[in-house]
T-cell receptor, first 115, second 110 residues
Framework: DAGVTQSPTHLIKTRGQHVTLRCSPISGHKSVSWYQQVLGQGPQFIFQYYEKEERGRGNFPDRFSARQFPNYSSELNVNALLLGDSALYLC??????????????FGQGTRLTVV | GQNIDQPTEMTATEGAIVQINCTYQTSGFNGLFWYQQHAGEAPTFLSYNVLDGLEEKGRFSSFLSRSKGYSYLLLKELQMKDSASYLCAGERTNDYKLSFGAGTTVTVRA
């Protein structure tokens, strides 16, 4: 069985550009969450989607947006990139929605570097 | 606030025992997770405690005291492959999202 898959694995962008990161959850999982992990810190919650609806949003600016598709895959979009957006972006899928994340499975992440 | 605090680094010898402590504000969280993250890789689930007490899983054990806002991860019979970052994460009461600590980097030496 495939785990959580993310693409691309690495990405280099210039300040001011836009980026789209993609995530495919484990088959059968309907909830996808996005986290930002800056080097040396723990992951910070960005968004959660369940059944194609946003169920939670962390403390991130409106430049960050996401959506979930009918097949439960998800995209994270970041506009007007800043140097501080450089981080590992992790996608996690779980079986349940916002009513109990007893175990979230993480993808390998997308390493975004903004220059 | 929902701060989760854990030590930055710990070093131990192969075969030894290491205990990683995690403290958090009691009003903000339900259960506590522990994840292992090797450099450049995704976090992988180790344990989840929602009730007080000790949960044992092979060489790894996790403890929770809800009233004290305290958890620890115990790694026994350390192996070189246990060198990694260990993340403590609280399951938020209001929305069940995960709030992570900064992680504890454990280095196992021969």
């Amino acid at each position: 069985d495939a785990g959580v898959t993310q693409s691309p694995t690495h990405l280099i962008k210039t300040r001011g550009q836009h980026v789209t990161l993609r995530c495919s959850p484990i088959s059968g999982h309907k909830s996808v969450s996005w986290y930002q992990q800056v080097l040396g810190q723990g992951p910070q919650f960005i968004f959660q989607y369940y059944e194609k609806e946003e169920r939670g949003r962390g403390n991130f600016p409106d430049r960050f947006s996401a959506r979930q598709f009918p097949n439960y895959s998800s995209e994270l979009n970041v506009n007007a990139l800043l140097l501080g957006d450089s981080a590992l972006y992790l996608c996690a899928s779980s079986l349940f929605g916002p009513w109990g994340d007893t175990e979230a499975f993480f993808g390998q992440g997308t390493r975004l570097t903004v220059v | 606030g929902q701060n989760i605090d854990q030590p930055t680094e710990m070093t131990a010898t192969e075969g030894a025992i290491v205990q990683i402590n995690c403290t958090y504000q009691t009003s903000g969280f339900n259960g506590l997770f522990w994840y292992q993250q090797h450099a450049g890789e995704a976090p992988t689930f180790l344990s989840y405690n929602v009730l007080d007490g000790l949960e044992e899983k092979g060489r790894f054990s996790s403890f929770l005291s809800r009233s004290k806002g305290y958890s620890y991860l115990l790694l026994k019979e350390l192996q070189m492959k246990d060198s990694a970052s260990y993340l403590c994460a609280g399951e938020r009461t209001n929305d069940y999202k995960l709030s992570f600590g900064a992680g504890t980097t454990v280095t196992v030496r021969a």
